[in-house]
């Protein structure tokens, strides 16, 4: 909703982007976009063994939206531009107002992260229902004699009775062919979903009874909430050293930036692994989907990686770290040759072989 600190989070979180934060309401227009490096321990190991030319991490994309009114299906404020929007993304993180300050307008009236959350759910249960019954008056003039279209068709008005019973599409968990059934429509409550509970300063480490009551809320929908003061978030990007990080970590008893905790959280939400590639040259990280087998995996490089796939050597990364690299792991049977039905796993150091 507007004016729950969602500038102000996407400027701490953002490395190539700053959005304008102020106390006025659709401050946020055009959405803001930064690409944001995701913040892996290991890269470090893994460096302090190769001493390569340079380190570069995995990232990931985030991107500041207007907020969102009651009405906003039918118009209300920025309305239809805010959900074109947030239909091209991958997942929703919903920052949530869980502080009191009188000087920060607030038009529904008394703090309440459950009402809040309800109003946005609504909100975007509209929209889907809007899409659905289009599709489902498309569908009905061919499925009559089309068994796939009738397929199709039966998922659209389970999708339709599900959102008349004001629940999200995400609930119903639709795989394989029902998933692709309503895949065109880019739905917006079939998104997953993380909450952040923007919580007032003193409330930091323990939380308070308004992310307590959103968190009882999230863990009835298996969905998770990460509590956090997104001002003292942008305060800490804003320290050129990491003395001084580490100085303002102390004073409010932070071990990490609860940014580091969003990107990590955001990360598996949707289901993403990293692997290493470890040269001389360049210690990486990279993103692919969980699941991907070592020809997909090699794709992120270059596609002609995975047209030209031959084989990939495999070092696990606790092995890599133990052995103290490539050349020991060799050595004690620890690098793996595998073909193209290998399933890549989180951490592994990957090295492809390809034809060109």
Same mark, same amino acid.
């Not at 906003?72 to 959900?83: I, R, S, V």
């Not at 975007?124 to 009559?144: C, G, Y």
């Not at 009882?216 to 003292?232: H, S, T």
């Not at 796993?345 to 034809?355: C, E, K, L, P, T």
């Given at each position: 909703?507007?004016? +729950? ?7 701490? +979180? ?15 227009? *055009? ?24 380190? #570069? ?37 919903? #920052? ?58 039966? +998922? ?81 990007? *804003? ?104 399933? +890549? ?12």
């Amino acid at each position: 909703m507007p004016n +729950v600190g969602k500038s102000t989070l996407f400027n701490a +979180v953002s490395n190539s982007a700053k959005a304008q934060a102020s106390n006025y309401r659709f401050c946020t227009i *055009e959405p803001n976009v930064g690409l944001v490096d995701v913040p892996d321990y290991r890269l470090d190991k893994l460096s302090e063994i190769v001493q390569p030319n340079r380190i #570069v991490p995995t990232a990931i994309e985030f991107v500041d939206i207007a907020g969102l009114v009651k009405g906003a299906a039918k118009g209300e404020g920025l309305g239809n531009k805010f959900l074109a929007n947030i239909r091209e993304v991958d997942a929703i993180i919903h #920052v949530v107002r869980c502080f009191e300050d009188e000087n920060i307008l607030r038009d529904e009236g008394a703090i309440n992260p459950i009402s809040d959350k309800e109003i946005i759910d609504t909100e975007l249960q509209l929209k889907d229902m809007e899409s659905v019954e289009k599709k489902i008056s498309r569908t009905e003039k061919v499925a009559k004699n089309d068994t796939k279209q009738k397929a199709i068709l039966d +998922v659209l008005v389970k999708c339709k009775s599900c959102l008349n019973e004001g629940k999200n599409i995400r609930s119903l968990n639709l795989q394989g062919e029902e998933l692709e059934a309503v895949a065109d429509l880019f739905l917006l409550t079939g998104k997953p979903v993380l909450y952040v509970a923007n919580v007032d300063e003193a409330s930091i480490l323990t939380g308070n009874k308004y992310s307590e009551a959103l968190t009882e809320m999230a863990v009835g929908e298996g969905a998770q909430v990460i509590v956090m003061n997104n001002n003292i978030e942008a305060q800490i990007t *804003e320290l050129d050293s990491d003395e001084d990080k580490e100085m303002f970590f102390s004073e409010y008893g932070l071990t990490e930036p609860g940014l580091n905790r969003l990107i990590r959280s955001a990360y598996q939400l949707l289901e993403l692994i990293t692997y290493f590639t470890a040269g001389v040259q360049e210690v990486r990280a990279w993103t692919i989907q969980k699941g991907w087998k070592a020809p997909q995996a090699a794709s992120v490089i270059h596609t002609d990686f995975e047209k030209g796939f031959i084989k990939a050597e495999v070092i696990g990364y606790d092995d890599f770290i133990q052995l103290g690299g490539e050349v020991a792991a060799r050595e004690k049977g620890k690098l793996r040759i595998e073909g193209k039905e290998y399933v +890549v796993n989180d951490g592994d150091v990957m090295h492809f072989r390809f034809n060109v």
